[in-house]
């Protein structure tokens, strides 16, 4: 196993890995060509005063009210601490604000934690989670494409080798939750985890080690095959016979009810299987995208932001603007990899949802002071968690979606 950096370029093209990258600046040239130039320049101020509220600590999952508290202490850890399955949103919004500025004070930041993440996977606090891709994709791996960061880099591989201790056999999944010796969780995966093989993809290209590539490739073919439903809507969770490897069927914790279709879900469908389709050659993991996107598109009200389950397109449920800001990114990754009809199609989707959010979901527009970069977002309905709140991946994919239709060239972090 490597235990530094390999002397190669990034994957994706860039310079010397162990020299800093180019980043992108946000010129008055790029502004007066971006419609999204206002709504860019407001999150990176939020941004900004945030890394002033927050310093080395983080926010909570979802805002209170509108406004952002400290994590809270948990046993073995204090309020602010590095827990949980969202803190790597936090310094991924920092790194994208680095890229648009080039502010050292967003990179002093995003630093900062980087350290803290070498810290956690070293000693072993809160990483028994699949969810190590969202954390590690962008508190590690994107630092790491940007600055060479050495520590970035072996803490992003130890986070990669023990993601690959949840994949199980012979059902060829990554275990979601519960540890895994637990009957009640072996098996089980979430549409959720689309977002967490890119890290395996990345230490796959970094080691030349052919496991990480292969769990990718086994574990995105079986969502593919059965978490994505005959009439394209998706499962939350799906369940394997941990012995046999044999379908057992799907259930939801976020959703309306185990046949309803939840619409964050939905979202991490469109872009976890258009990201690990790039990834992997597969040609089932590309047309999972595509239904993903056209059932998700045929299902939204007006304005284009959806209900928190696809079952709802009118009344007062609440919105989950989280996942229209995913689904923009989704769209937005999708459209270059189809035929130019659907290219279009998605295109223009993404850009008239973005154009919704930022109309219609940011504290701007609804003259509310928060320090949330998008309004209106749910964390779980069923369970009463952060609804109609602002929420730490809801941000993260607001400003990355602003930054993908704004920054020409920029290169994503999965």
């Keep these: 196993m490597p235990t530094s950096p390999p002397q190669t370029s990034d994957a994706r093209g860039g310079g010397d890995c162990l020299s800093p990258s180019p980043v992108q600046r946000w010129t008055g040239e790029a502004s007066l060509i ?22 080395p600590h983080y926010p909570d999952d979802t805002t209170v009210g509108g406004r952002y508290l400290p994590r809270p202490a948990a046993p073995g850890f204090a309020p602010g601490a590095n827990r949980g399955w969202t803190t790597g949103f936090w310094p991924g919004m920092q790194w994208l604000a680095y890229e648009v500025t080039g502010a050292p004070g967003f990179r002093a930041a995003g630093e900062e934690h980087v350290a803290d993440f070498e810290r956690r996977v070293e000693l072993g606090e809160d990483i028994d989670t699949h969810d190590l891709g969202f954390l590690y994709t962008l508190a590690c ?8 960061s050495a520590g970035a880099w072996r803490a992003g591989i130890a986070a990669a080798d023990a993601l690959m201790t949840r994949f199980s056999e012979p059902a060829g999944v990554v275990q979601a939750w519960g540890d895994l010796t637990d009957p009640a969780q072996r098996g089980r995966t979430i549409i959720d985890s689309l977002l967490n093989m890119p890290l395996l993809t990345w230490a796959a290209e970094q080691t030349g080690q052919e496991r990480y590539a292969a769990a990718v490739a086994r574990h995105c073919a079986r969502l593919a095959e059965r978490i994505v439903r005959p009439d ?3 499962f939350h969770t799906f369940t394997w016979d941990p012995a046999t490897g044999a379908p057992v069927g799907g259930s939801t914790a976020q959703g309306a009810h185990d046949d309803s279709c939840w619409a964050r879900g939905q979202a991490w469908g469109v872009l976890g299987f258009a990201l ?13 995208a595509e239904r993903c996107a056209d059932y998700l598109l045929a299902h939204l ?4 932001v959806p209900y928190w389950d696809l079952v709802f397109t009118s009344g007062d449920e609440p919105r989950d603007s989280s996942a229209a800001a995913i689904a923009v990114c989704g769209l937005h990754e999708l459209a270059p990899l189809v035929n130019a009809e659907r290219s279009e199609r998605y295109s223009s989707a993404a850009r008239d949802i973005l154009r919704s959010l930022v109309k219609g979901y940011t504290p701007g527009a609804d003259g509310v002071r928060s320090d949330a970069l998008l309004l209106h977002s749910v964390y779980s309905a069923p369970g009463g968690v952060g609804v109609d709140e602002g929420s730490l991946w809801g941000d993260y994919f607001y400003l990355e979606a602003l930054v993908r239709h704004c920054v020409t060239g920029w290169r994503r972090y999965w």
């Design 301 to 304: 009200p007006a304005d284009g």
């Design 141 to 148: 791996v994107a630092p790491w494409r940007l600055t060479g």
């Design 276 to 288: 690990n389709a790039q990834a992997t050659g597969d040609a089932r993991l590309l047309r999972a």
């Design 34 to 55: 971006c419609e999204f130039a206002s709504a860019l320049d407001d999150t990176v101020a939020t941004v900004r005063s945030n890394i002033a509220a927050f310093g």
């Design 232 to 234: 394209d809507s998706t």
